[in-house]
């Protein structure tokens, strides 16, 4: 069976052992990655990191940063060269680049999926409404990242079946817990997008409660940054709190390790709510301590392996960090369930075998 998979995604290097794990299962399997991806933390460069066992083609990306109406060159005559039987398309309905690929994939006779995150039921204009009606018509699978998804499409009128597997696992090996905890203060971490609805501010806020030694890592880049940095000035915390730009996925488990519990306390937006929360995974898996908002998805991905606060509670997120800071054997203990449960639900392994039993699926119908 040949898998095509198109995926901006890929252009991280830890994301492509899902690949790795894949091409195992007996699947021919050619990835399609852009050079680099641009998003409000900048731009990210294709890091080749888990690369055997299938083929990762590079294509030029036209429109690069538009998440709507980004495309790739050459892909109809890589296609009409691989002639897969199934094509994996990374992106969600409404965007350019999977009309592209759908029709490309309807000319060599190939069948065709999308993965979605849409957890919030919206209507666009033309001429994006006119191409994701097409291509909800035109595809014979969907997976989604979480069980709130299906609902979303299933209002949007899309029939076929529909798996909930999440994009990517996690190495297990990799993101593992450290031999040793070093001395230092209470470290509390940031990982990810410096916007607003992230909650980032109610991090600093909540932070500067606490007594004793702490400190806060702030690692990401974005649009709120600066205000970010006033904002620790204000409360006179600035000392306490690092702030790091992104760094190469490789680099990932080592941060985990330098700090005690990961935060994620996004906040639920008319337009967007959190989709899954891929740090909190790592973290979990690292053996670190999370706590995150109860917005959308963060409650499902934790379960038992963590601690959950109410979105946009100061206060609640506050005694939380205060709880894990002052008791030793509670941080461990919650850190514990997050390992037992990443290593239950979210390894590489497990959504390989996911996903490839989609593909057998598709195959034989």
């Not at 198109?6 to 050619?30: D, F, P």
């Not at 337009?271 to 995974?281: A, C, P, S, T």
Request: aromatic share 8%; net charge positive; charged share 20%.
């Amino acid at each position: 069976m040949r898998v095509l998979m198109l995926s901006k995604a890929l252009v991280v290097g830890i994301y492509q052992r899902k690949l790795e794990e894949i091409a195992k299962c007996g699947v021919e399997l050619l990835a399609v990655v852009p050079p680099s991806w641009r998003d409000e933390r900048g731009e990210t460069p294709l890091e080749r990191a888990y690369t055997i066992g299938y083929r990762l083609e590079v294509l030029p990306l036209a429109n690069n940063g538009d998440f709507h109406l980004h495309w790739y060159r050459g892909l109809g005559r890589l296609m009409r060269h691989f002639r897969p039987h199934i094509v994996h398309i990374d992106e969600e309905p409404y965007n350019l680049a999977t009309w592209h690929a759908l029709y490309q994939a309807k000319r060599v006779g190939a069948k065709a999926l999308v993965f979605s995150w849409q957890n919030i039921l919206r209507r666009y204009p033309p001429p994006f409404s006119w191409g994701e009606r097409w291509t909800l018509r035109g595809i014979q699978h969907m997976i989604v990242g979480t069980e709130s998804c299906v609902g979303v499409w299933r209002g949007k009128g899309y029939c076929h079946p529909i798996s909930v597997i999440p994009q990517f696992g996690t190495d297990a090996a990799l993101f593992s817990p450290p031999a040793a905890r070093p001395e230092r203060p209470f470290t509390i971490g940031y990982f990810g997008r410096l916007v607003e609805e992230k909650g980032v501010a109610l991090l600093i806020d909540a932070a500067a409660q606490l007594a004793g030694e702490w400190r806060l890592l702030i690692v990401g880049g974005g649009p709120q940054r600066e205000a970010l940095i006033a904002q620790a000035q204000a409360r006179g915390i600035e000392q306490r709190v690092t702030f790091a730009s992104q760094v190469p996925s490789l680099q990932m488990p080592a941060l985990y390790h330098q700090i005690d519990v990961l935060t994620l306390p996004s906040l639920t937006r008319p337009n967007w709510k959190e989709q899954f929360g891929r740090v909190l995974v790592e973290a979990m898996m690292s053996g670190v301590a999370v706590v995150g908002s109860d917005s959308a998805a963060i409650p499902d991905v934790i379960g038992d392996g963590g601690m959950i606060v109410r979105e946009g509670d100061v206060q609640e997120m506050a005694d939380a960090l205060r709880r894990l800071q002052e008791d030793a054997g509670l941080r461990a203990a919650v850190a514990a369930r997050g390992r037992a449960r990443a290593l239950q639900l979210y390894t590489h392994e497990q959504i390989a075998a996911q996903t490839v039993a989609v593909y057998e699926g598709m195959n034989r119908s």
